[in-house]
């Protein structure tokens, strides 16, 4: 018996998932990865899945942060009744 496995059973029962749900799980987030939503889920690991995927919430991340400062930067050079019609559209 694995050392995984044995680590699993102790545990307890409500915490334990199979190697089948783990890999329809990563099947399933290989799927939202712009980068291998095409490839054969057959053909990548699923530790290249989770890597992928770490790296593509950082890029996202990255993203809202630089769209956040654009945003702050368009309200400083709006009138206030623009700047206020853009922040009530936000808010919606």
Same mark, same amino acid.
């Not at 889920?41 to 899945?49: H, T």
């Not at 206020?84 to 936000?90: E, G, K, Y």
């Given at each position: 018996?694995?050392?995984?496995?044995?680590?699993?059973?102790? $545990?307890?029962?409500?915490? !334990?998932?199979?190697?089948?749900?783990?890999? @329809? /799980?990563?099947?399933? =987030?290989?799927? &939202? #990865?712009?980068?291998?939503?095409?490839?054969?889920?057959?053909?990548?690991?699923?530790?290249?899945?989770?890597?992928? $995927?770490?790296?593509?919430? !950082?890029?996202?991340?990255?993203?809202?942060? @630089? /769209?956040?400062?654009? =945003?702050?930067? &368009? #309200?400083?050079?709006?009138?206030?009744?623009?700047?206020?019609?853009?922040?009530?559209?936000?808010?919606?």
């Amino acid at each position: 018996m694995s050392s995984r496995r044995s680590r699993s059973r102790n $545990t307890g029962g409500a915490s !334990r998932i199979s190697d089948d749900q783990i890999n @329809d /799980l990563v099947s399933k =987030l290989q799927q &939202l #990865l712009p980068e291998l939503r095409n490839t054969s889920s057959d053909k990548v690991s699923a530790a290249r899945v989770l890597q992928d $995927t770490c790296n593509y919430i !950082r890029s996202l991340h990255r993203e809202v942060d @630089d /769209l956040s400062e654009r =945003l702050s930067e &368009l #309200l400083a050079t709006t009138d206030t009744n623009q700047a206020a019609l853009i922040r009530s559209l936000l808010m919606q």
